[in-house]
């Protein structure tokens, strides 16, 4: 006997949906923030507003910007350069706050906030420089994340600014924002958004790209509400929460 045919059902297979890990879909969504084309097009920009940016935290010597950086921790610049005019004279090397007396350099750095658990990590960082690193900031990431109170932030602040040396992007919270806006990274972690910038800009540019975007970050592209009017580069921006 022949065989039955089956019954047509009406109803039309459809392919799988892609995974968005592959294919078209993916390439898709990472290609439309970090295309090479895009990315230069943002560094012109940033060069064109920030040509000379730089840490705005005051500083004589590596020592001080470590300190500094430490204290810049939940607080602003401007209020750690008003605490470090009167603190570095007062402690004017790492063995003075290694053995500083924690209650009066306490409140020394109250201002910043935090300053418990900031004057464990100044006299701890302070102490292993002193005994373990003949008084000097080490010049490696590696030597510098064994200091207490140091993450890759401090450290990349440290290398780049007194060191020019680049061991990777500082990212903050301005940074972390803005590559989220600016669709540089998906990421909210700060290790992971890191790594994104350092694979799609240039490593040359890692140091000053670091201090642009801090400075646009303060100056236009704010957290609650940033000036897009202002910004020179809301052409190349697609955020949710631009204001124009």
């Given amino acids: 006997m022949p065989a039955k045919k089956k019954k047509k059902t009406g109803v039309k297979k459809t392919a799988a949906p892609r995974k968005l890990g592959s294919t078209r879909a993916g390439k898709s969504a990472a290609g439309r923030g970090t295309d090479p084309a895009r990315i230069r097009a943002i560094l012109g920009k940033l060069d064109e507003a920030y040509p000379a940016a730089t840490c705005a935290l005051r500083h004589e010597n590596p020592f001080q910007l470590l300190i500094s950086t430490i204290l810049s921790a939940q607080c602003t610049?401007?209020?750690?350069?008003?605490?470090?005019?009167?603190?570095?004279?007062?402690?004017?090397?790492?063995?003075?706050?290694?053995?500083?007396?924690?209650?009066?350099?306490?409140?020394?750095?109250?201002?910043?906030?935090?300053?418990?658990?900031?004057?464990?990590?100044?006299?701890?960082?302070?102490?292993?420089?002193?005994?373990?690193?003949?008084?000097?900031?080490?010049?490696?990431?590696?030597?510098?994340?064994?200091?207490?109170?140091?993450?890759?932030?401090?450290?990349?602040?440290?290398?780049?600014?007194?060191?020019?040396?680049?061991?990777?992007?500082?990212?903050?919270?301005?940074?972390?924002?803005?590559?989220?806006?600016?669709?540089?990274?998906?990421?909210?972690?700060?290790?992971?958004?890191?790594?994104?910038?350092?694979?799609?800009?240039?490593?040359?540019?890692?140091?000053?790209?670091?201090?642009?975007?801090?400075?646009?970050?303060?100056r236009v592209c704010q957290a609650r509400k940033p000036n897009c009017m202002q910004c020179n580069l809301e052409s190349l921006c697609y955020s949710q929460d631009k204001t124009v």
């Avoid at 030597?143 to 993450?151: D, N, Q, S």
């Avoid at 694979?199 to 670091?210: D, Q």
Wanted: proline share 6%; aromatic share 8%.
């Fill in 77 to 218: 610049d401007e209020r750690v350069n008003i605490v470090t005019a009167t603190l570095f004279p007062k402690y004017p090397n790492a063995k003075a706050f290694a053995y500083a007396n924690p209650k009066e350099l306490e409140q020394d750095i109250r201002p910043t906030g935090f300053f418990r658990n900031k004057t464990k990590s100044i006299m701890g960082a302070s102490k292993k420089i002193v005994e373990e690193f003949g008084g000097q900031v080490p010049k490696t990431m590696e030597e510098l994340l064994t200091l207490p109170g140091v993450a890759r932030k401090t450290a990349n602040v440290v290398l780049g600014t007194a060191f020019g040396i680049t061991s990777g992007v500082v990212v903050d919270t301005h940074v972390q924002r803005l590559s989220g806006r600016l669709d540089l990274s998906k990421n909210t972690d700060p290790k992971k958004i890191e790594q994104d910038l350092m694979a799609v800009i240039p490593r040359e540019r890692w140091i000053l790209f670091s201090h642009q975007l801090i400075w646009h970050g303060r």
